[in-house]
């Protein structure tokens, strides 16, 4: 292993010394220097920094109307007569943009900012991620909630491109926010998921109601304690949105709601239990749910780990529901009493740094499904004292592609 590791680290100092090649033809026009490497890359100076771009990267990214469509916003080249190994054989730089002539004799133009957004300097790939990607998130437990749960208007939401971008932006940090001063009507919730974009359908439904329902398919139709857990872990790819309209609040005790960020908890054991960790990350378990649903009979079985995480050990998604663990453990014997072990330590810190609130009536709490835990306690359920919820999922797909128009929109920046 030693030495298939020096191997690589001696082919990745290789590929670095051919790209960045100081053997290259500089010259200068005004106060501008750049360059023409004589490799693989062109390497040029934009705002004080010294940049490198790959000559195939480059013509891949040609901005022309003969390789890139400009109202789709879509690369157009045909790739089946794409040369890797073209090269530049003049550049030429002014104040916002440079002009490649490529060996071929085609030109390519790019502005000078366009290319500096997307250069390969660590700290310009986090300023993309940051501004453009993803939002980056901000870990918490109980004792922050109240800090980090902004409250929101439904009307502004409804009405204001800014509080929009607001809201989306908070509840992509944070994973949880609350809209109030929702309309006392069922299709209420259809207009906030409407300014994001589309709902996500389920075997239960574009939405659901949440309340006491004898004989029901679905736990959370109970009222009796709701463990905290994610929804629909059963979906290979499953709701990442959760909004839940609080229309009629039960006005006896109980019935509040308790929430857990799991990237905290997953980050504490990480630090803490590293073993049991790894035991939630590497381990796929089977989630399951059966039943019929408005005439629909599902069987729903997928499999996954609680904790799944990327490649950088960043956490992406997690999956936890005691209803809704199948029987099946699809792994070596071996594994089953220390994957316990894990589970019940992952349960316990979730409750440890729970937040415990109670919804008002006429406010929708909205949260992220892949990344917070949620349950309900037990309430007293009677003719003259209900709990009536009206939910709807959205993909996170659909919120990160509103955020990201809404900032082009309000920024008036052409990011692509």
């Known amino acids: 292993m030693l030495l298939i590791k020096r191997l690589r680290n001696t082919a990745l100092h290789r590929l670095k010394r051919e790209l960045l090649n100081t053997n290259s033809l500089s010259f200068r026009t005004g106060s501008s ?3 023409i490497e ?29 390789c ?40 390519s133009q790019y502005r000078l900012d366009w290319l500096k957004f997307r250069s390969f300097t660590k ?38 491109d800014k509080a929009l971008y607001k809201w989306l932006s908070d509840l992509s940090t944070y994973g949880v926010s609350l809209i109030k001063n929702t309309p006392n009507d069922e299709t209420a919730i259809e207009a906030i998921v409407q300014r994001i974009g589309f709902p996500k359908q389920t075997h239960y439904g574009v939405k659901f109601i949440v309340q006491n329902v004898a004989n029901t398919s679905n736990v959370a139709y109970l009222s009796s304690n709701l463990q905290m857990h994610t929804d629909l872990p059963y979906y290979g790819y499953c709701p990442g949105v959760n909004l839940l309209h609080c ?14 960020d799991c990237h905290y908890v997953a980050n504490y054991m990480k630090e803490h239990h590293p073993n049991q960790y790894r035991m939630l990350a590497d381990t796929e378990i089977e989630w399951s749910d059966i039943g019929v649903e408005n005439g629909n009979e599902f069987y729903k079985l997928y499999r996954s780990p609680v904790i799944c995480v990327d490649k950088l050990e960043n956490v992406t998604r997690i999956n936890f529901s005691i209803p809704q663990r199948g029987s099946h453990f699809p792994g070596p014997i071996e594994l089953v009493r220390p994957w316990y072990e894990a589970h019940s330590l992952f349960f316990e810190l979730n409750r440890k740094f729970s937040a415990k609130f109670k919804v008002d009536t006429g406010s929708i709490l909205v949260f992220d499904n892949i990344r917070l835990l949620h349950g309900r306690n037990q309430y007293e359920d009677r003719a003259n004292n209900i709990r009536k919820l009206i939910g709807a999922y959205v993909d996170w797909d659909e919120v990160y592609s ?6 082009v929109k309000l920024e008036k920046r052409d990011y692509y």
């Open 68 to 107: 890139f469509h400009s109202t789709a916003k879509s690369r157009i080249l045909d790739w089946s007569k794409f040369d890797l190994n073209s090269k530049a054989t003049q550049v030429h730089k002014d104040e916002n943009f440079v002009r490649v002539t490529w060996d071929d004799g085609h030109t």
């Open 247 to 260: 229309l009629v609040q039960t006005k006896s005790d109980g019935g509040e709601n308790t929430l857990s």
């Open 38 to 66: 004589s490799q693989h890359a062109i390497t040029l100076e934009i705002n004080g920094e010294t940049l490198t771009f790959p000559h195939v990267w480059l013509r891949d990214n040609c901005q022309c109307h003969q």
């Open 123 to 160: 700290k310009n790939q986090q300023q993309y991620d940051t501004e453009l990607y993803k939002p980056p998130k901000v870990t918490w437990k109980g004792d922050d909630f109240q800090k980090i749960c902004s409250t929101n208007d439904y009307s502004e939401i409804i009405s204001n």
């Open 402 to 407: 509103r955020l990201r128009a809404l900032k």
């Open 33 to 35: 220097y750049h360059s």
